[in-house]
């Protein structure tokens, strides 16, 4: 009876060093984006490329250690890429109309804009 005790502190233990490897490389990557924009190094262009790519790190390090994405069934796969493509839709929805209704009325002033907007108030 002993010995199922003993392994399931073993799991336990496993358990806790993911959390704790998770932690240590999520503050890695944060203090590595920290690290690029204090600085300067490199252009702004770049910059906003190296910190995309360290988000996205940081959300596979997250996704890994602390979601347990890859570990046990794969619908919890299949959710988790779900629920990232819904929120790409209302990321990619949002800034589809905003850049419409900024070309649309990029060329107005405000008063022109309002009006523009009480007239069209009903379509």
Do not use: C
């Amino acid at each position: 009876m002993k010995i199922p005790i003993v392994v399931e502190h073993r799991n336990a233990d496993a358990r806790y060093i993911s959390y704790v490897v998770g932690f240590v490389l999520s503050i890695l990557t944060t203090l590595a984006a920290y690290f690029v924009v204090v600085n300067h190094l490199w252009p702004m262009e770049m910059r906003v490329y190296i910190i995309l790519g360290i988000a996205v790190l940081q959300l596979i390090v997250q996704s890994v250690f602390f979601l347990h994405i890859g570990r046990g069934s794969h619908w919890k796969l299949v959710t988790y890429l779900f629920a990232i493509l819904v929120v790409l839709i209302v990321v990619v929805g949002t800034l589809w109309i905003m850049h419409n209704l900024d070309y649309n009325m990029m060329h107005m002033s405000p008063d022109q804009m309002q009006q523009y907007m009480l007239e069209n108030e009903g379509i």
